[in-house]
């Protein structure tokens, strides 16, 4: 008798909480996946996930952006070889100018460097991508800016 009411118990509490992890489940959010998106010379390129999240109010949100650097120049440094880079830029909701909030640079032919950041109040996001010299941080090769995400989209 035990047994059988122990089961019964697990049962019933294995239920009820598969029961109240289905409204939490339906209204997630998955992250967007973007990209990939290249550098203008086509030897740099990035692409990764984006989630966007407010509050109850709806007058502030957190967006947290992940993603993959990946270096696709093979040439060797002394040859002209250069490393992959990417700058994100956001601006602040309530107001239009654009600041630098993260830059990533990986050198490694084949490879990705893994990143993850997160900004709070965000209005707009946009980034491009583009080569890098190792030793003098020269940035060139740089594709167009590109509008990860808009406030006013939403």
Known sequence: MKRMTRAMV???AGTAAAVLALPAAANANPANEWGPY????????VKGTIDITWNQQQTNNLVQVTG??????????????????????????????????????????????????????VSSLRFKVCQ???????VSSCGDWNYLYTAENE
């Open 10 to 12: 697990a049962l019933a």
């Open 38 to 45: 290249y550098s203008h010379n086509d030897l740099a390129r």
């Open 68 to 121: 993959q650097l990946w270096d696709d120049d093979s040439r060797y440094y002394k040859h002209g070889g250069k490393c992959a880079y990417v700058k994100f830029q956001v601006s602040n909701l309530y107001s239009h100018h654009w600041y630098t909030t993260k830059k990533y640079t990986h050198c490694g032919y084949g490879t990705a460097k893994h990143f993850a950041f997160g900004k709070k109040g």
């Open 132 to 138: 890098i010299h190792h030793k003098t941080k020269h």
